[in-house]
């Protein structure tokens, strides 16, 4: 295992803390990235004592003739509003990097990044979360609405695909 329901708890907790000392007095757009951040928005959002909006959105890819466009469904009204975006995993941040443009373009007064796990050593672009919960190195997490592509994301901690696959054998 390499996150604990334990850990998990703690560290969402601590993040919430610092989202509410960042945003007091303020109304805060939460959008959140299908569908690895549902659990994490979730229970971060439960501890935030500012008025919270929120919404989920998913990215859709298009590759044409080596070109990756990047749609996101529902798009968001963000004009003059506070966003915090929130994403189960940052890895490239490429995506990530697109959407944070993309809601300032649409009028958005600041975005925020929250993410529960961040994957530095993959990352493609220059995307430094504003907060994060843990640094990860292994190629596939499952666990806590991280999954492939459906399971495994119920499970209330935090494993590497290996090491969830050798815990059900025993």
């Known amino acids: 295992m390499v996150v604990t329901e334990e850990q998990i708890a703690k560290r969402v907790r601590e993040m919430a803390r610092q989202i509410c000392d960042d945003y007091r007095g303020r109304n805060l757009y939460v959008v959140c990235v299908m569908e690895n951040g549902f659990m994490f928005m979730a229970d971060l959002v439960r501890q935030l004592d500012s008025p919270v909006i929120c919404q989920f959105i998913r990215p859709d890819f298009n590759d044409r003739g080596g070109t990756t466009e ?18 189960g995993l940052v890895d490239s941040g490429v995506t990530t990097e697109f959407l944070v443009r ?58 590497t695909f290996r090491e969830q696959s050798q815990a059900q054998q025993v």
């Open 102 to 159: 993309n809601l300032l373009s649409r009028g958005a007064a600041s975005v925020k990044l929250a993410t529960l796990l961040d994957r530095q050593a993959a990352r493609r672009v220059s995307l430094q979360p504003d907060y994060f919960g843990f640094l990860v190195d292994d190629s596939f997490m499952m666990g806590y609405g991280l999954g492939s592509p459906d399971l495994g994301r119920n499970l209330p901690y935090i494993a």
């Open 70 to 87: 990047i749609f996101f469904s529902p798009e968001p009204d963000v004009k003059g509003m506070d966003v915090l975006l929130i994403e």
